[in-house]
């Protein structure tokens, strides 16, 4: 019974954590301007991730060691170095995001600047990464995040034409007022957002935090493969409210606000102050995700003590490491660049460090010396090959998109 | 030496003169009109609609507070980036301009004396801007149409 309910638990965690700053804004603006006719590129980043998760995840339970502590021996420190900056460098962007994400929910709940809430933010976030057990931070955070399936039940209360919305799911048309090269944009932008590397860094290296063996290969795996999908419904949610409430007005999403409006509009004060909650959570639970992933990135790459597992005197240049990427944070939402943007920016910049942060991790995964006899099957290396070729071109393809769409104006 | 340093003055003045963008073309012109208007209508329906919520008992006043401020320095933003463009020497582009501009600056005010009413906590200014609002919001949506790229 305590078993069932553990990988109840962290099937639910796995939900409420899925969803991140990263996708609320771009299921978001998304679907205001494209409808559900992109959720195509959300469906492939989903089954993408659970793909990746699921190898990181039973690497981790196998050795018991980190992702890049493995790239690094596996592959060579040029590679693991190469792997390592691209990696630092969209996660902290990643941050800097979820930071002011936070921000920007507290000023939704109290009309106060963002700014003045930043440094507060930062604190917050170091001294819960400094002081609360890694469980208890990946529980609560994971479940009060399921406050967003506040979403789903507007998306039901708004009572759209559920045909026309299957429909505009299972026929993608591109708008006819949008252009080719901004459809595609958008459509890399979701499925970066779905796989952000920071995703799968955690998940494994959270594993190791939690002591994972080979007998909690399954437990891992019930995770990946039912929380991860429902988190996607919520993100695919996110986009339906958007389509149904703010694209018949023409109304863009370049604001949280704007992301929260369907719901006041469908359900009220309280259930938008439930989705506040919801969005505090996201970007809280986010923050503290990806701030702990700078530290476990370098860390095993180094090879130095890492974790929450051992007091931080034991592990101290790996919270050096986590603060250093806080203040960097910080200091990058207080030059009081547009949050939204440099979230657009961070989940475009994921697309193309993708093939750097996966490719490393089928290798692994696929190595018998490190996997014995759960190393990759046909079906995990097929699915692995498929999609590193898919994101192989989303990688290519994002950066010239960018340009030519003046990033999807 | 004064030889060289004069032909490197020169090449700079030209690559300089060569970044200054010039006056874009009447289409260039009247597609990036069509673009402001879409975006303005964007930031006046979102107040139009944060303001019915809020009026109907469905939004804090926080929020809406929050939407409305943001709403309006993003028209204001947008406002100023059409200002910046400079028009090509043509009666059509002169005509656009003439027709926008107004209309934008008609939103700027009401989104402005929207964000005052709620602050005072005032819902009979509210609605009453928002009426007024709701006019200056068609009529850009159909400036947008016209225009469309």
Avoid at chain 1, 53 to 60: H, I, K, L
Avoid at chain 1, 170 to 192: C, N, S
Avoid at chain 2, 93 to 115: C, F, H, I, V
Wanted: aromatic share 8%; hydrophobic share 55%.
């Amino acid at each position: 019974m305590k078993r069932v309910l553990s990988v109840f638990l962290g099937i639910l965690t796995a939900i409420g954590g899925f969803v991140d700053i990263g996708d609320l804004v771009a299921n978001a603006l998304v679907g205001s301007r494209f409808g559900l006719s992109l959720a195509w590129a959300t469906l492939i980043g989903v089954v993408g991730i659970c793909v990746f998760a699921e190898m990181s995840g039973r690497v981790a339970a196998v050795t018991g060691r980190g992702t890049f502590d493995l790239i690094r021996e596996r592959l060579g420190p040029r590679v693991g170095l190469l792997n390592l900056t691209a990696s630092l460098l969209v996660t902290l962007l990643t941050f800097t995001a979820e930071v002011g994400g936070v921000a920007l929910a507290l000023e939704l709940a109290t009309s106060v600047n963002y700014l003045l809430f930043v440094p507060v933010v930062g604190l917050a976030v170091w001294l819960v990464i400094w002081r609360v057990k890694f469980s208890t931070l990946e529980d609560v955070f994971g479940l009060l995040g399921l406050a967003l399936i506040v979403f789903g039940v507007a998306l039901w209360q708004l009572n759209p034409s559920w045909g026309d919305l299957l429909h505009q799911i299972a026929v993608p048309q591109k708008p006819a007022d949008e252009d080719v090269a901004t459809y595609f944009y958008y459509a890399i932008a979701l499925f970066g957002a779905a796989m952000t590397p920071y995703e799968v860094f955690f998940f494994s290296s959270g594993g190791v935090e939690e002591h994972w063996r080979t007998k909690d290969i399954g437990t891992a795996r019930a995770n990946v493969f039912i929380g991860f999908p429902l988190g996607g419904l919520l993100s695919l949610a996110i986009a339906g409210c958007a389509a149904v409430v703010l694209l018949p007005d023409g109304i863009q999403v370049d604001t949280l606000g704007q992301v929260g409006l369907p719901v006041a509009v469908a359900l009220g004060k309280l259930a938008l102050a439930v989705a506040i909650l919801g969005f505090v959570a996201a970007t809280f639970g986010a923050a503290i995700e990806t701030g702990l992933s700078t530290g476990y990135a370098t860390a095993q790459y180094f090879g130095w003590q890492w974790g929450k597992y051992v007091r931080p005197r034991q592990a101290a240049r790996f919270h050096t490491v986590v603060l250093l990427a806080v203040i960097a944070a910080v200091a990058g939402v207080l030059t009081t660049a547009d949050p939204i943007k440099v979230t657009e920016y961070s989940i475009v910049f994921s697309a193309v460090a993708l093939p750097l942060t996966y490719f490393p991790i089928l290798v692994v995964a696929n190595d018998p010396v490190y996997m014995g006899r759960h190393v990759n099957g046909k079906l995990a290396n097929g699915l692995g090959s498929v999609f590193l070729v898919v994101i192989g071109i989303a990688a290519v393809a994002a950066i010239p998109l960018m340009l030519i769409t003046a990033a999807g104006q | 030496m004064t030889r060289a340093l004069g032909t490197i003055v020169a090449a700079a003045g030209l690559l300089l003169g060569g970044c200054v963008a010039p006056a874009p073309s009447a289409s260039a012109y009247e597609a990036k009109a069509g673009m402001t208007a879409d975006a303005a209508v964007s930031e006046v329906r979102t107040a139009l609609v944060a303001t019915d919520a809020y009026l109907l008992g469905r939004m804090g006043a926080a929020y809406l507070e929050t939407l409305l401020v943001e709403a309006e320095e993003a028209l204001g933003s947008v406002h100023d980036t059409f200002d910046s463009v400079q028009p090509p020497a043509a009666p059509s582009a002169d005509s656009l301009r003439d027709t926008l501009d107004p209309l934008l600056q008609d939103a700027g005010s009401a989104l402005t004396e929207l964000r005052i009413a709620a602050r005072r906590d005032r819902d009979d200014d509210l609605r009453t801007t928002a009426d007024d609002l709701t006019g200056v919001a068609e009529e850009l949506e159909a400036f947008g149409k016209q225009h469309a790229s």
